[in-house]
């Protein structure tokens, strides 16, 4: 099953428990008909905690997302930057290093393109890295005894490699799963205790709870989403267009 609809399917059940449990807590509440002595403490609290790994979530989602975009404009020009060095280089030694950027690039491009196929994008990173190899090795050979071509071809090779590297160790970061497993824990506790103020109040209804129930789920979706952008529908792949114009600039 796709992602996107992995996403949704949580997001619907999420929204299903917390209609349930806001559905029992009021029923409960409404035999009972009286407040219990100092629910509104443990109320505030479980609320405010709630609010709290709510923002703390989606602030991290949403700043790793920009990074990633980020990254992706840094890679396109350091490679850009590291082509047109390859100008120091003997003339001899010029194609087959041209030729080597191009399938450098072509690996790169292809493995963000196969996500969420995972063992497609190894493969293609694989094929990348070996590539790396072979531009170092070629740079070093074509660079002996010219030091000004060693002094800045060597270093915008680095730099484009680094960025390779920082790309792939940040599309692995994310918050641990117990952050996501605590967040859905806190939105179903807080319907049940929404459901039970509803119903020692006597007031609101069925429109309450089901606003509740979707904008938490919605909220949570979100989240979700924008913390996978090369699998849900939230994406960075429009990005890729820097990458795709510094692969057509090369031919």
Do not use: C
Not at 26 to 34: I, K, T, V
Not at 115 to 136: F, G, H, M, T
């Amino acid at each position: 099953m796709p992602f996107e609809y992995q996403v949704m399917l949580l997001a619907a059940a999420l929204f299903a428990a917390m209609l349930t449990l806001q559905e029992v807590a009021r029923r409960r509440a409404e035999r009972r008909r009286e407040s219990q002595a100092g629910g509104g403490i443990v109320d505030g609290a479980v609320f405010a905690l709630l609010g709290l790994l709510i923002a703390f979530t989606f602030s991290g989602a949403a700043s790793r997302f920009d990074t990633r975009r980020g990254l992706i404009i840094d890679e396109a020009n350091a490679i850009s930057t590291a082509y047109l060095r390859i100008d120091l280089l003997p003339a001899a030694a010029q194609p087959g290093v041209r030729a080597l950027f191009r399938n450098y690039l072509d690996a790169r491009l292809a493995a963000y393109r196969a996500l969420p196929d995972l063992a497609a994008a190894k493969s293609e990173l694989a094929r990348a890295a070996a590539v790396q190899q072979e531009i170092w090795a070629r740079a070093i050979e074509s660079t002996a005894g010219l030091q000004p071509a060693t002094m800045l071809v060597l270093p915008a090779l680095n730099h484009m490699f680094d960025i390779a590297t920082t790309r792939t160790v940040q599309t692995q970061m994310h918050p641990p799963t117990v952050i996501f497993a605590l967040l859905i824990a806190l939105a179903l506790v807080s319907a049940y205790i929404a459901g039970d103020a509803i119903g020692s109040a006597g007031k609101g209804g069925r429109l309450h709870m089901l606003a509740f129930a979707f904008t938490l789920a919605a909220a949570v979706y979100v989240i979700i989403d924008i913390e996978y952008p090369r699998l849900g529908l939230i994406r960075v792949d429009a990005f890729d267009r820097a990458l795709v114009e510094v692969r057509e600039a090369m031919n």
